[in-house]
């Protein structure tokens, strides 16, 4: 069955700071993957996806993830983190064709002024 | 509003009680999702509806839950018996495509507690 693991339970990061999530899923063949974000008292949104192409995603508010099938990562980046990205991020997966999206545990991100 | 709603936004129920969570996709949308999300976890599937028909209910965990979309928009899901094993967020998703291959719109979920 396929799996999604998250490596950060909770991230605290200053303004400003760098951020990456980690993100592996287990699927040996095609896949397509996604990011989701839930703000406080917000429902799940899209950030960004992949389903095939450029490896490099570009989401909204300055978010993007890499691909790399060899290590069968996509990892979330932003280059400088506000403190309005405080939010849980999950990674969720599924192989193409008729499997529902399998999500990660999350990763809990709080921003410091 | 044109996004997911689902009611309630909480419920309490004792332990052994019947529940009953209803979610309104966007207009027009064909496939609807039911996930259960356990606290510090990320959300797990129950079921997938394509219009009326209920295509994929692998991921209910028992035959006390049943979900239906008897009209292929409005959706409930139905806890008989709850346990507190069952306490959770129920999310509910809906896209555009008819397929699971499409980025999902998700609802606030609906908080369950049972006591």
């Known amino acids: 069955a396929q799996s999604v693991s998250q490596h950060n339970h909770h991230v605290i990061l200053s303004e400003a700071a760098s951020l990456e999530l980690g993100c592996n899923y287990s699927?040996?063949?095609?896949?397509?993957l996604f990011w989701y974000v839930q703000y406080p008292g917000q429902h799940l949104q899209l950030l960004l996806k992949?389903?095939?192409?450029?490896?490099l995603v570009k989401g909204i508010k300055g978010f993007e993830a890499e691909f790399i099938k060899s290590k069968f990562s996509f990892n979330l980046r932003k280059p400088s983190v506000q403190w309005s990205d405080t939010a849980e991020y999950f990674c969720?997966?599924?192989?193409?064709?008729?499997?529902?999206?399998?999500f990660g545990k999350g990763t809990r991100l709080s921003v410091i002024a | 509003g044109a996004g997911v709603s689902q009611s309630p936004r909480y419920k309490v129920a004792k332990r052994g009680q019947d529940v009953a969570l209803r979610c309104d996709p966007i207009?027009?949308?064909?496939?609807l999702f039911w996930y259960q999300q356990a606290l510090g976890q990320g959300p797990e599937f129950l079921t997938y509806?394509?219009?009326?028909?209920?295509?994929?209910k692998s991921g209910l965990p028992s035959d006390r839950f049943f979900a239906e979309r008897p009209e292929g928009s409005v959706s409930t899901l139905k806890i008989q018996r709850t346990q507190q094993e069952d306490s959770a967020v129920y999310l509910c998703?809906?896209?555009?495509?008819?397929?699971?291959?499409?980025?999902?719109?998700f609802g606030n979920g609906t908080r369950l507690t049972v006591t």
């Open positions: 998703a809906s896209s555009y495509r008819d397929s699971y291959n499409s980025p999902l719109h």
């Open positions: 699927y040996g063949g095609t896949v397509n």
């Open positions: 992949y389903f095939s192409g450029d490896p």
């Open positions: 969720a997966s599924h192989s193409s064709g008729n499997t529902p999206l399998v």
């Open positions: 207009s027009g949308h064909v496939s």
């Open positions: 509806f394509q219009n009326e028909a209920q295509l994929d």
